[in-house]
């Protein structure tokens, strides 16, 4: 079976990183956007995690999620080392529970942009998303999928607003 051709790349800065990641995974698997994943942390492997920015617009992809806690310098070394977008995930892994994480993702120099997104798993699935909205700028396909996605999503919180007792409930919305 061949495999798609990748157009996110997911990278972290450590394996302990992963059960967070996987939350961007599982919502680019619900879209149907063929992702690959990479380990490569941007103060043991700073070399490797350049060269694989350098070189993912050559192979296909679009877009670079970058999930990374404690000091959290991953997706700024891949923004200064590529055009594509690049969306950064701060991870909850230190004593500061990702607000370290947080602030060295979201402070980045004028001319270095990273879309930052919240800590944790949150965080991920939204990077996930903020990359199929970027894909489906281009994608009418995807970008129909997203509209019906959000619209799943709004009527699903009308059904629960529903179970409110309706002596209490908002009647016209």
Known sequence: MERKKALVGILMGSDSDLSVMEAAAEVLREFGVPFEMAILSAHRT????????????????????????????????LA???????????????????????????????????????????????????AVQILAVAD????????AYKADMAAGVLKKNEKIDPAVRVLEL
Do not use: C
Request: aromatic letters at 4%; a positive charge.
């Open 80 to 130: 200064s080392k590529t055009t594509l977008p690049v969306i950064g995930v701060p991870i909850d892994s230190s004593p500061l529970n990702g607000m370290d994480a947080l602030l060295s993702t979201v402070q980045m120099p004028p001319g270095i942009p990273v879309a930052t997104m919240a800590i944790g798993k949150g965080g991920a699935r939204n990077a996930a998303l903020f």
């Open 46 to 77: 700073p070399e490797q995690a350049a060269r694989y920015a350098a070189e993912a617009a050559e192979r296909g992809i679009k877009v670079l999620i970058a999930g990374a806690g404690w000091a959290a310098h991953l997706a700024g070394v």
């Open 140 to 147: 009418e396909n995807l970008a129909a999928r997203l509209k």
